[in-house]
C-alpha cells in the first residue's frame, strides 16, 4: 500500500542493478532486501530492476532462492508471500572469491549497460574489504558513470585506516558516487529533527547558549552484542556507536541552519560542528567521559550473561558502555554541555534528544516553590514522539501551585501510515543519486580525529571500564556536571 511519504516522492520509475557484497550477510537479510520490497511495492524501483548477491559460500541459485525465501519470510512475515516472491525473482546469486584476480568475472556478463540504468554497488563487509572489492570492480571494467557506491560503516577503526580506505576507493569512483552511509540518518523522527528547528521559528529562536543549559542525547540498547562478539570486540561502543550515530545527531542538533537542504550545504554545517568539538586531553578525560563493560544479569525478568562470558574472553577491556561530556567551542553553543551516551545490555531499548532549557530568572510566585525547567524530549525510537515539558497552574483554589505537565506530539499515532524502514529512505536516496543523507569524506575524517584523540587518551592514561549489571543503566558516570541528571 502506498503510504503519503511515498505519494510525494514517486518520480520516474529506477532503474537499477544493485550488486551486495556480503548479500548473505545479516544486514542484507534483515535490512536491504525488505527496504527494496518496501520501494518495489510502492512503485518505486522499476520491476526490471535486478539484485545480485555476492559471497563466498557455494550455493546453487536453487539453494540461494530457498535460502532467501526461508529468511524472508521472517524479515518480512506479514507480507503476502506472492509479493516477496516478486523480490525473489529479481535477485540473482554470483559466488566470487575476492581473493582471485578475477573474482567478479562471473558477475560481469549480468550487468546492463545504458545511461538510465543505475549500477549500485553496496559493500556490506567488512571495511577492510573494500580496497579489493573496488580493484576488482575496476579489473572488470564494471566502474562506469552510472555507478554508485555505498559504504557501510565502521568505515577503519581510527583516523589513519579511515583515511586509507577513503583514499582507496577516491582511486576509483568520484566522491559524487561515493554513499557513506550512517542508517540513523534515515530514521524518519532524525529527519524531523531538521523540520522541526528550521520550520519553527519558535524552536530555532531559542536554540543556543542563552536559552539552552544542556542537551542530552542517549541511545541504548536492552540487546547485547549476539551474535556479533568478534566485529564488536574490536571496536567497542564509542567506534560503534559514538563515532557515527551519535555524532551524527549531535550535529544536526547543533548545527546552523544550511540556506537551502542541497547535500553540500547541510554537510558543510555538519562539518563545521564536528571541526568545533572540543579536543580531550588527559584531565579532561578522566572528569568527561566513562566506559563501562556489562556483568551478568537480568532483562525483563530473563536472566542474561555477561559480556566476557558471551565473548570467551575474560582479558577483554573492550566497553559496551561510553558515557561523555562534550564541548562545542562556537558562539551558538559556549558553556552548553552534550552529554551523550549510549550501551549494550541497559535495562530498555530507547533513543532520544532531550533540550533541557535554562530556568526562569526569577521566580514570582509565593510559595517559591522550585520552578522545573522546560524541555524538550524528541523521542527516536521505539515510541516516535515529541514531548514539550512545561509548567501549568494545577486547577482549583489554593494559590498558584504548579507542575510540569507534557505537550505530547505522537508521531506515529498522528501519521497512520507505516513508517519506513531507514534504509528504505537511504537505498532510494542511493538509486536517485542525492546525497544529503550520507556523510562526505572530510566529515567522517573529522569525526575519526575527535573520536581518536579519546582512544589515544583511554589508552594513555590506562582507563578502566567499571562493571554493570546488565539490564541497569550503565555503571553510573561521573560525566555530568553537578545539578544535571540523565533524563529517565
Ligand atoms: C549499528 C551498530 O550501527 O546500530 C549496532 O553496529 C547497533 O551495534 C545498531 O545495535 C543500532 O541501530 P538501531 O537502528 O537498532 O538503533
Redesign the pocket.
Known sequence: MMNENDKHTTGALNDADIVVFGGLGDLAIRKLYPALYHRLQAGQVNTNSKVYAISRAEKSATEFTDLLKEKLSVSLSGEKPEDVQKLIDMCTYVRADLSQDDALADLKPYLREGKEIVRVFYFSTSSSLFGSITKNLSAQNLINEQSRVVLE??LGNDSASSKAINDEISGYFKESQIFRI???LG?ETVQNLMVLRFANDLYENAWNSQNIENVQIT?S?S?G?ET?AN??DK?GALL??VQ??LLQLLCLVAMEPPSVLGADNVRDEKLKVLKSLRVFDEKMIQKQTAKGQYAKGSIKGEAVSGYLEELDDASSNTETFVAIRANIDNWRWAGVPFYLRTG?RMSK?H?EIVINYKNVPHNIFPEKKPIDNNKLVIS??PEERIELVQNVKVPGPGGYRYKPTSLVLDYSSSFNDRFPE?YERLIMDVIRGNQTLFMRKDEVEASWDWVDSITKLWKETGMKNKSYEAGTDGPGDDVLLKGHEWNE
Open positions: 560503516k565502521p550512517d542508517h540513523y530514521k541511545v540498547e540487546l552484542v556479533r566485529y564488536y571496536y560503534d556507536m557515527n550515530h549494550k531499548r533513543s527516536l525510537q531507514a
